[in-house]
């Protein structure tokens, strides 16, 4: 990432200038500003109230300066929004290098500097994968210097971790395969400080147990994968374990879906890119508290030896699963996750994520991630921390009722009813199978909110959707 934050003292005219305001500060600041521009105040006043994402360019003589409003809401996505919106649409021609002037934002400034920080550092990102060049010189009022620089430190490692975690998504499943996958988690661990151990054969996963990864896997030419992360800092206040989809392409297999925007399912592993992005963003800012991240990534392709609906297949738990819809695919990788995660170690809490299902979309539109939870505390934390990220996530029932959907007559479990209804509770239901019991689970469901068409692109492209999320998840329990 190659957007550099410079903090500098002073403004220079030589170079672009973007002046951030709310709309409370800008009304303090609004005669001041018509008086040094040559402007009524009416007239001004008019043209630009600072309201979220509303833009001016003001010309006197040889100075030139864009005012951009980010509103009077403290919303992180309304902020973030704003900002990146604006540099998104202007970053040809502000160039290589401009100044953002934040001093007029005073007191308020610790309130919104994150969001802003996350705006721009998002509005340059390139969908075609080319890094940019980007000096931002950022001018910081005289008050409070020490604590809003750390804040921009902190801010710029979660944008960084995003960033990451979008160009996993959006980049095509013929360029990050599962092999690619665990090579770019590898290549990241010594950036941000955390350790990777990745399994890349068939013959790897065999031995580990992961059956039901490998029944997915079944139909491809392409190796499986499983990487784990590990964050583990010196006296950790407690252990927590992500658990990401990683499914790198999704045909739906023998159960094949339709051709028309089959495209969109490379963003199948949106989220493992989520955990991996927590994972980076965590270490980078070395929480006091240990998190491990636990990666199955494969592509579900169609093939002779691809698995067949009524098929049963064998998984890390020892259940059996019978494979009713082989586009159902999601749920057995995680499957054998948790149950790995759950051997592993006794953590306070697992959190799996993943683009899981249609029905969440359905329930939820592209607006908000399904939770479903076999613990209170869980669940709690994780709305706490979607409250405070703006990342919005909705809790649907995990009532025991539900399990006959997943009753098999030839398998201890079955991974799909036969019928859509309830369809992201009987995913959840699935995975909660595997699980050990008394563990605290819980499971997100991203399928409407990882990739979305958000006016960044053509077409539909990475969120970052749940980076934010899970390390603020896991700042809360480090803090409590
Ligand atoms: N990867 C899909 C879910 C998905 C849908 C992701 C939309 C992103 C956007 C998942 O593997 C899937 O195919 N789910 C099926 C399950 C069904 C066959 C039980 C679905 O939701 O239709
Ligand atoms: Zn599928
Ligand atoms: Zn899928």
């Known amino acids: 990432m190659l957007t550099n934050l410079l903090i500098d003292n002073t403004e220079s005219w030589e170079i672009p200038s973007l002046v951030i305001y709310t709309e409370s500060t800008w009304e303090k600041r609004l005669e001041r500003a018509a008086q040094k521009w040559n402007i009524s105040v009416p007239i001004l006043k008019n043209d630009f109230l600072a309201k979220a994402g509303e833009s001016i360019v003001l010309r006197n003589n040889d100075k030139k300066v864009t005012l951009l409003g980010i509103g009077d809401s403290i919303a992180f996505k309304v902020i973030e929004d704003a900002v990146r919106k ?4 202007n970053r040809d021609k502000v ?36 890094p940019t060049n ?45 092999q690619g996958f665990a090579d770019e988690i590898e290549a990241k661990s010594n950036e941000f400080g955390f350790d990777a151990t990745t399994f890349r054969s068939r013959e790897g996963l065999k031995t580990l147990g992961l059956h039901a990864v490998l029944a997915v ?11 784990i992360l590990e964050y583990t800092p010196k006296n950790p206040v407690a252990s927590i374990a992500f658990v990401g989809k990683g499914v790198t392409f ?13 495209h969109w399912m490379k963003c ?38 691809s698995v067949k609906p009524g098929d049963v297949i064998q998984s890390h738990s020892g259940k059996t699963i019978e494979v009713i819809d082989t586009d159902a695919e999601g ?32 329930t939820l539109g592209y607006e908000a991630g399904a939770m479903l939870s076999n613990n209170v505390e869980t669940a709690q934390l994780l709305t706490e921390a979607s409250i405070s990220t703006d990342e919005k996530i909705w809790q649907l029932p995990l009532w025991d009722v539900y399990n006959k959907g997943i009753q098999s007559d030839v398998a201890d479990v079955k991974n799909y009813p036969g019928n859509p209804a309830a369809g992201a509770i009987h995913a959840a239901k699935f995975i909660e199978a595997f699980v050990q019991e008394n563990t605290k689970w819980a499971h997100l469901d991203i399928a409407g909110v990882a990739f979305a068409a958000n006016g960044y692109g053509k077409d539909r492209n990475a969120t970052g959707f749940g980076v934010h999320l899970l390390l603020e998840f896991a700042k809360i329990i480090a803090n409590q």
Not at 331 to 350: P, Q, T
């Open 250 to 262: 999704d045909t739906g297999g023998i159960s094949m879906k339709g051709s028309q925007n089959m």
């Open 95 to 130: 160039g290589k290098s401009y100044t953002l002037n934040l001093k007029h934002l005073g007191d308020h400034l610790e309130n919104v500097i994150s969001p802003i920080i996350s705006g721009v550092l998002l509005g340059h990102y390139q969908l075609k994968g080319i």
């Open 217 to 227: 896997n079944a139909g491809s030419k392409n190796n499986p994968s499983f990487s």
């Open 268 to 305: 199948d592993m949106g989220g493992a890119a989520a955990v991996a992005g927590a994972i980076a963003a965590i270490a980078g800012m070395r929480l006091p508290i240990a998190v491990t991240g636990f990666i199955p990534a494969t592509d579900n392709m169609v093939d002779g030896a």
């Open 134 to 178: 980007v000096d931002i010189h950022l001018i910081l009022p005289k008050e409070n210097r020490a604590k809003h620089i750390i804040l921009i430190e902190d801010a710029k490692k979660v944008a960084e971790a995003k960033l990451w975690a979008m160009y996993l998504v959006d980049t095509p499943s013929n360029i990050i395969d599962p």
């Open 86 to 89: 604006h540099v998104f649409a």
């Open 331 to 362: 749920r057995l990788c995680l499957a054998d996750g948790v149950s790995f995660a759950c051997k592993m170690k006794n953590f306070d809490h697992i959190v799996d994520i993943a683009t899981l299902t249609g029905s969440s979309v359905m």
